[in-house]
Each structure stands twice: as structure tokens, then as C-alpha cells.
């Protein structure tokens, strides 16, 4: 038995490819589900830490990568829009853990 996703892509555009039929099957798989929940979940979190560094008084005392980052903007550099940071704050997060994870093992 194959797969469905194997299946789909053979179908012509409507339904193949990116089509309707690999649509549906996201939007009815409970795995899909899970990611776009776990995603929703990374995006909020890493927007309100740009947020939160972004209207924090203290900043010039910090010394975090993030708030290097917005002290960079305030110094005349490019201003990064909240995508850029959350995106720079996700890298992070993601480095960290495989990093923490061969320290681990």
C-alpha cells in the first residue's frame, strides 16, 4: 500500500502537486494538526520576546543577543522588523537545543 502523499503528487494540478487534494489531507491529518499548533505556539512566544525587549526600559544594561540586536537598531543601524527578530530568536532556540542535545549524549 502506498502512501498517500507518494499518491498525490502523481495527480494532475488541481488535485496533485499542491493541489486540493494534499490541502485536504493537511488540513484532515491530526499530525498537521499538532505541527500548526506547536508553530502557532513558537510564533507567539518568539514575537512577545521581541516585544517584551523591544519596550523593555533596561535595555541598554542587558547584554543578550536579542537585545544586542535592538540596541543595534537604536545605534543607526537597519531596523530589523519583528519577522527578522523572531525569526533571529527561533534560530537560536533551535541551535540551542541541538547543541544542548550533543552536550548531552
Known sequence: CL??????KYLPW?????????????RLSPVHGDF???RAV???ES?????DCRSDPHLAAR???LALFVQAEA???????TEELRDTVLNFIIAG???TACALS
Open 3 to 8: 502512501p498517500l502523499y507518494a499518491v498525490i
Open 14 to 26: 488541481p488535485f496533485g502537486g499542491h493541489g486540493l487534494a494534499l490541502r485536504l489531507v493537511e
Open 36 to 38: 500548526r499548533a506547536a
Open 42 to 44: 513558537l510564533d507567539t
Open 47 to 51: 514575537r512577545r520576546l521581541v516585544e
Open 63 to 65: 547584554s543578550d543577543l
Open 75 to 81: 545605534n543607526g543601524a537597519k531596523r530589523f522588523t
Open 97 to 99: 537545543r541541538d547543541t
